[in-house]
């Protein structure tokens, strides 16, 4: 985690930065018995338990004419705003709120949200918003969410057991009650019960409804982005899975190289380009594609460990530097959980290539996208140009790997040898019903530990 030092734990650049909290009072409800006046001092005693000081607006969304009159006094007079709005709207009057405050606080600030519908209905979009624009973030729940978010937070917390301070009430100034459904609003507790009593009130919500769904701000942004001052320079590292995303019939491999760099260069990236083909290099062009500079990743068909592939880039890969991520292939579902983890939590971009679009749209946040194979065809007008470029740059050396020898070396002759001669090699490749099988089943034990993970952090 980028955004704090230990978990949970505020770092300089959040510890004075405002804080702003969404509360779904249908499904975070005041426990029986709780002072409605406390839950402010509750919680800024949980931010400052973590170092956390900076003011902190507190906003209660509900079907306010369930509310009692004692609880909303409460709220008022210890600087909680409260909104109105009918019960279906509350999760879009929430997340249209989240979203124009975003609009209006650039980061470092701290947001928070106590709901049970993160997962499911916030999730999607306020994911692919924070690959854009990370704030520190924090959760709370009444019941612990079956599939883990996929946010990345600094911390979550169990409703009820925020709720621990009681004692006299800190008055608090400035807080207002509003009317989602008539955009009234006031500070006095009098004119609003009165409005929302009103005539004119009920007859507004029946006549004007407000949204019962959540709009999701990003579905409409676009897939190709001209590169920003910051990253138009920035390395850009290129995974190919050479399974799902071959080399068309009779083209040559030399032209993958340029190919790339001019579709980046289109779009005003010119930064370093580093590729690795991973695949089975018994059958792929090496010659070809090491004399571009491109480095082999030998892997177990149909199950190269990616995941691993990309931790230990990332680990090697300079903190806050820059970088953008390319991955080809049709199966980035597969590491899809590890990449959005990186990009909320580092500045990284995302490319994406594919031999065929998605049938829906991503939480992954790309910069990005093209088809493999008009990709390759791209360059077809400009091949010459580039070879010429790509000359006089000198291409980097290649290196070929072995991922299931941990074997490597600069030598396309004694990694030719590794494949086709060494024994512990073949035993390897014998193995592979068994590694494949292994595999899935530790998958599913990372997923299991990671749901416990996710399921101790409830305090
Ligand atoms: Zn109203
Ligand atoms: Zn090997």
Redesign the pocket.
């Known amino acids: 985690m980028t955004a704090t030092a230990e978990y949970g734990t505020a770092t300089a650049e959040y510890a004075t930065a405002k804080i702003a909290v969404w509360w779904d009072m249908k499904d975070c409800p005041i426990p029986g018995g709780y002072d409605a006046g406390q839950v402010r001092q509750s919680l800024e005693g949980a931010f400052k338990e973590r170092g956390y000081s900076g003011s902190v607006s507190i906003t209660a969304y509900g079907e306010q004419t369930q509310t009692p009159g004692h609880i909303l006094q409460g709220l008022l007079s210890t600087g909680i705003s409260v909104a109105h709005t009918r019960a279906e709207s509350v999760h879009y009057m929430m997340y249209r709120d989240m979203v124009e405050w975003r609009g209006q606080n650039p980061p470092p600030a701290t947001m928070m949200i106590i709901s049970n519908k993160v997962r499911g209905v916030f999730d999607w979009d306020l994911l692919r918003l924070q690959q854009r624009t990370p704030y520190n973030l924090f959760l709370a729940y009444s019941v612990v969410p079956k599939v883990a978010i996929l946010l990345s937070t600094s911390e979550e917390w169990c409703w009820k057991s925020l709720l621990k301070l009681s004692g006299p009430h800190v008055a608090v100034q400035g807080a207002k009650l509003y009317c989602n459904s008539c955009n009234f609003d006031t500070q006095s507790l009098k004119k609003f019960k009165k409005h929302i009593w009103s005539y004119e009130h009920v007859r507004e919500e029946i006549i004007n409804p407000t949204y019962d769904k959540v709009v999701c701000v990003t579905e409409k942004w676009g897939k190709n982005y001209k590169a920003t001052p910051e990253f138009a320079t920035a390395k850009i590292q290129v995974w190919w899975d050479m399974t799902s995303c071959p080399l068309p019939e009779g083209y040559d491999a030399r032209r993958v190289r340029p190919s790339l760099e001019a579709a980046f260069k289109e779009l005003g990236y010119s930064g370093p380009v580093s590729i690795t083909a991973y695949g089975d290099h018994n059958h792929t062009p090496l010659q070809a594609l090491s004399s571009t500079g491109v480095h082999a990743l030998?892997c177990v068909p149909d199950l190269p460990d990616m995941a691993s592939v990309v931790e230990k880039w990332h680990y090697d890969n300079p903190p806050r530097a820059a970088t953008i991520m390319m991955v080809i292939s049709d199966h980035v579902d597969w590491i899809s959980h590890y990449l959005v983890e990186l990009l909320q939590e580092n500045n990284y971009k995302l490319f994406l290539a594919y031999s065929f679009r998605p049938s829906k749209t991503s939480f992954l946040l790309t910069s990005a996208e093209w088809l493999w194979e008009s990709l390759l065809a791209g360059s077809e007008q400009r091949r010459l140009v580039l070879h010429k470029c790509s000359s006089e740059s000198g291409e980097p050396t290649a290196t070929f790997n072995?991922s299931?020898?941990h074997?490597g070396t600069k030598s396309i002759d004694q990694f030719r040898k590794?494949?086709s001669t060494?024994k512990e090699?073949a035993k390897?490749e014998m193995r592979l019903p068994a590694v494949r099988k292994l595999n899935i089943k530790e998958n599913r034990r990372s997923r299991v530990a990671d749901f416990d993970r996710k399921g101790k952090r409830m305090k």
């Open positions: 030998h072995c299931l020898c074997f590794h494949l060494d090699h390897e």
